[in-house]
């Protein structure tokens, strides 16, 4: 199973970006899909998860202005960031909760990371 993140980029202070994530491999299900991040010197954080149910999570800094969303078909997770703050600039990995078999353990799954850079 592999995580592909892509969609970082450089963008000014208030832009927008949207980060998308496509899982692979042999995926039976995945339960939850979550966006993480880590800027220099700091230890990585959340950003935002959804179920598959489609309930979502936010950290409390990216609330009305990140909006996380998720293709259960396509198996792929996507976050919109809009309003982007310098505070923002780190890069970001999405993870997932993955199984391959019917009844199997749910295994954690990251991706390769990309990075996001908010600047003027």
């Known amino acids: 199973v592999q995580l592909q993140a892509s969609g970082g980029g450089l963008v000014q202070p208030g832009g927008s970006l949207r980060l998308s994530c496509a899982a692979s491999?042999?995926?039976?299900?995945?339960?939850?899909m979550g966006w993480y991040r880590q800027a220099p010197g700091k230890q990585r954080e959340l950003v935002a998860t959804?179920?598959?149910?489609?309930?979502?999570n936010y950290a409390d800094s990216v609330k009305g202005r990140f909006t996380i969303s998720r293709d259960n078909a396509k198996n792929t997770v996507s976050l919109q960031m809009n309003s982007l703050k310098p505070e923002d600039t780190a890069v970001y990995y999405c993870?997932?909760?993955?199984?391959?078999?019917?009844?199997?353990?749910?295994?954690?799954?990251w991706g390769q990371g990309t990075l996001v850079t908010v600047s003027s």
């Open positions: 959804i179920t598959s149910g489609g309930r979502t």
């Open positions: 491999g042999r995926i039976f299900s995945i339960n939850f």
């Open positions: 993870n997932g909760g993955i199984r391959d078999t019917y009844g199997g353990t749910f295994y954690d799954y």
